[in-house]
């Protein structure tokens, strides 16, 4: 899948791979430090929490948190307690996501679901207490001349609300076994996916007392590279195996659910990623070359094959 843009030449001394292996350790430390202890009561729940939260993952949206950060003059270090909290919200989405009353999934990140292993009250709340903990890490976030404390956790409740992620879960529940149109299948991709990976770019930029214009500009960012990643999840769900995806492939199909390749086709929704990387790319024009980090992190998520 080809992209052309105009994006600014990275230096010879970057190295993605290098700047993920860092950026995993140092999330998966705060991670570790911030939530409860497995051995603390009641126990079944803080097992529960730290088993999903330590799965795996690819940790990409607490990435985006720093590298937004840093594009914006400031350091990862200070962020890193924003994007411990929108790696919260992640998690707890997927554990319910996966429910039975949900998307009925019993593989994530090559294990079982969490409902299947701790049962699904246990799971609902684990789910529910990772929530919660996002906003109390938001609240510690260091506040900056223009952000405050209010403001982080503003951000991050209106996203995992009524009208982003949770509309986004409905709609795409709704729409499970009816046709859906293109304009649909976008409103549930922006608010379902998009929303979140946006969050996390402008917590990042907040972090650092990002200007209004940089803030614009990493919401445009996060809008178009947001979208582009699930467009890329439903490419990958009817192409790859549930080995090589560490889920279940081509569970959508199975439950008609509608994807973009179902709506547009295959070739059609390359194309369309394509698009949306070399928008964000553009987004990312007012940085002037200082965003070194999102724009490899724009190729990486265009480029992923699981």
């Known amino acids: 899948m080809p992209v052309s843009h105009n994006k600014q030449a990275k230096p010879k001394s970057f190295s993605l791979n290098r700047y993920l292996d860092r950026s995993i350790k140092l ?8 939530l409860p202890k497995a051995s603390a009561k009641p126990k079944t729940l803080h097992e529960s929490m730290r088993y999903s939260m330590f799965a795996g993952g690819k940790r ?6 720093m590298a937004a950060a840093e594009a914006c003059g400031g350091r990862a270090s200070n962020s890193l307690i924003l994007a411990s909290a929108v790696e919260c919200v992640h998690t707890y989405s997927l554990i319910h996501d996966d429910l039975p009353g949900m998307d009925d999934d019993d593989l994530r990140r090559g294990m079982p ?5 701790y049962g699904e009250g246990v799971a609902v709340l684990a789910g529910d207490a990772l929530l919660t903990l996002a906003f109390e890490l938001a609240n ?3 506040p900056t001349k223009r952000y405050k404390q209010n403001g982080f956790v503003g951000e991050l409740a209106k996203t995992a609300g009524h ?3 949770i509309a986004g879960q409905v709609a795409d529940l709704e729409g499970e076994g009816v046709p859906v ?4 299948l976008r409103y549930i991709h922006e608010r379902k996916t998009s929303a979140l990976l946006t969050c996390s770019v402008r917590l990042g930029g907040m972090s650092a007392n990002a200007t209004p214009r940089q803030l614009q500009a990493l919401t445009d960012f996060g ?12 490419i990958l769900d009817v192409t790859q195996s549930s080995k090589q995806l560490g889920k279940t492939a081509g569970k959508d199909a199975a439950v008609q659910k509608s994807t973009y390749p179902s709506v547009v086709g295959l070739t059609k929704s390359q194309k369309i990623a ?17 965003a070194v980090a999102l724009e490899a992190l724009a190729d990486y998520l265009l480029k992923r094959d699981h």
């Open 27 to 34: 999330v998966n430390a705060a991670l570790n430090r911030h």
């Open 223 to 234: 809008s178009s590279v947001g979208l582009a990643f699930q467009v890329i999840d439903d």
């Open 113 to 117: 679901t969490n409902h299947v292993v």
């Open 60 to 65: 990409l949206r607490p990435i985006l948190c």
């Open 140 to 142: 510690q976030a260091k």
């Open 274 to 290: 394509a698009k949306l990387t070399t928008k964000a790319y553009a987004a990312l024009k007012p940085f002037n070359g200082k």
């Open 163 to 165: 009208a982003q992620l």
């Open 181 to 184: 149109s293109l304009a649909q």
